[in-house]
């Protein structure tokens, strides 16, 4: 009885052992492979990746387009004309901060093994229309564009977000990393925005608003 399960043992740690060496063979061959065709196990691809992988193509492409949008603002309140260094430090920053958006989110999708081809189009709620803004406004109509730009990028992050944790084929760390870095900093930007929109519209309700509208510029200034 005691040589059985010596010989049953024994046999078990073979299989054990001849099954660790298919495996590392089998990395071996393809990861050896110029193609990598065949086992996908060379890659960092996993989870719902491939499902996920083009919607957030999509919000990187969204998040570049706006961060050049307003840096074309910024330069506008910049100019000797308009001379408004307040608006150009509010959409510097987010301009800044779009640009820094879209390079976290770049980073994030190839440690994951996903790619980025900005030449690719896809169709998805996080995908911003690539009509360009008219630049040359007021400082209340680029605010209220402003606003309109952020409540644009939160609606592409909650697409994101909801499409990972609530479709076939489920991205739960894609939706944490989505929810811990965009969806709370995005909904303060829009009640920033949307204070700023509204209380200078209250300043501009007079016959003549230029000295209310160059208070308001010193206060961004200091923001």
Excluded: W
């Excluded at 987010?94 to 879209?102: I, K, P």
């Excluded at 994101?160 to 995005?186: C, G, M, W």
Aim: hydrophobic share 40%; aromatic share 8%; proline share 2%.
């Amino acid at each position: 009885m005691k040589s059985f399960i010596a010989i049953a043992v024994l046999a078990a740690i073979c299989a054990v052992v001849k099954t660790e060496e298919v495996c590392h063979n089998n990395v071996v061959r393809a990861c050896a492979s110029s193609t990598l065709s065949g086992a996908n196990v060379c890659n960092a691809r996993m989870g719902g990746i491939d499902h996920i992988e083009p919607e957030v193509q999509a919000y990187v492409n969204s998040q570049l387009t706006k961060s050049y949008d307003y840096l074309l603002l910024a330069t506008y309140f910049n100019n000797y004309q308009k001379n408004r260094p307040g608006f150009q430090k509010l959409y510097q920053g987010l301009s800044d901060r779009s640009f820094d958006d879209t390079i976290a989110l770049i980073k994030k999708l190839t440690s994951r093994g996903g790619k980025v081809n900005f030449n690719t189009v896809h169709e998805s709620p996080a995908t911003v229309s690539k009509v360009r803004m008219q630049m040359e406004v007021d400082e209340l109509h680029s605010l209220a564009m402003a606003l309109d730009n952020e409540k644009t990028l939160s609606a592409g992050a909650m697409h994101v977000h909801t499409r990972a944790l609530h479709s076939t084929e489920r991205d739960p760390e894609i939706a944490h990393y989505i929810e811990e870095n965009f969806l709370t900093k995005q909904a303060e930007t829009v009640r920033k925005l949307s204070g700023y929109a509204n209380d200078l519209s209250k300043l501009m309700n007079v016959q003549d608003p230029s000295l209310a509208v160059y208070l308001f510029d010193e206060y961004l200034q200091k923001q």
